[in-house]
């Protein structure tokens, strides 16, 4: 069992509960759970790998039972072709024969989380600085490049007007998700970003280069380097730093107690 102690917000300026998103605004399927606790403060947004589905991260939102934590499971928006079971990409990730792609473009996926991010934030209550990403591979590449991406639109936002209060959304965690792009910012985006992954010769491997991406693009960056089998985080030991992580971002509405989250994750 972890003990997890979240920093305190700001006082009560939002109900304690959001009203869950609607299907009608967000254009895939997805998955929504209240937080356990009662208390909607923050919002993980889980995002599945290249094949995947939402469903099984959607049981993986509730088994984390993080405190004060909603949890939105996503669909990716395309299927796979020529692949009869349900299996869906975020972006275009094959040729026509069935080859890789060498340098995918993410751009429609990073759309439509805009479009779902203005629905949370307008419709159900969310503010960007208390919403939170966590992917597994090619999920982990969309929530880090579309966090550039959101602070990108906050420093034009800015730059139009000197008044502007950025808002950077809250955090990534990214497992085994490289960035497609390298970053060139102003100023570099202070959402904090966590990285994990495996070293070769596991088959999800970063890339040569890609540490430095992630450094050139995020002022608050963590590695955390696991050997072992391939894939999501499956122990104790590994799903530790994620929950400290954790412990340290997200923010608590100030009340009494000690908040615990549950080590019990079954593998993906």
């Known amino acids: 069992m972890f003990e997890i102690h979240l920093r305190e917000s700001a006082p009560e300026s939002s109900p304690r509960t959001k009203p869950p998103p609607r299907s ?12 356990d606790d009662g208390t909607d403060e923050n919002l993980l947004i889980l995002l599945h790998g290249l094949g995947d589905t939402q469903v099984p991260f959607g049981k993986l939102g509730l ?36 080859d890789l792609l060498a340098q995918p473009n993410p751009t429609p996926a990073l759309d439509l989380l805009s479009t779902i ?15 939170h990403f966590f992917g597994f591979a090619q999920g982990g590449t969309v929530a880090s490049e579309f ?15 000197a008044e502007y209060h950025l808002r950077p959304l809250g955090t990534v965690v990214s497992v085994s ?16 970003l966590l990285l994990f992954h495996r070293p070769p010769p596991a088959d999800s491997a970063l890339p ?29 030991d590994e799903w530790e730093p994620i929950m400290h992580f954790w412990s340290e971002q997200l923010s608590k509405r100030p009340t009494d107690g000690l908040y615990e989250v549950m080590s019990g994750i079954a593998p993906m």
């Not at 009608?24 to 937080?35: K, M």
């Not at 991010?117 to 919403?131: E, F, K, V």
């Open 208 to 236: 040569p280069g890609a540490i430095a991406s992630f450094k050139k693009g995020f002022s608050h960056f963590i590695e955390v380097k696991m050997g072992g089998a391939d894939g999501m985080p499956r122990s104790k």
């Open 177 to 192: 998700g490289p960035l497609l792009s390298y970053p060139t910012l102003s100023k570099l985006c202070p959402t904090p």
């Open 24 to 35: 009608s605004s967000i254009p895939v399927p997805f998955t929504y759970n209240p937080s």
């Open 147 to 161: 966090a550039l991406k959101w602070w990108k639109a906050e420093l034009a936002n800015q730059q139009r007007n």
């Open 63 to 98: 088994q984390l039972k993080l405190p004060q934590t909603a949890t939105l499971a996503l669909r990716a928006p395309e299927q796979i072709p020529f692949l009869y079971e349900q299996a869906f990409e975020w972006y275009t990730s094959f040729d026509p024969l069935g």
């Open 117 to 131: 991010l203005t629905h949370l934030i307008s419709d159900c209550g969310w503010a960007p600085q208390l919403m």
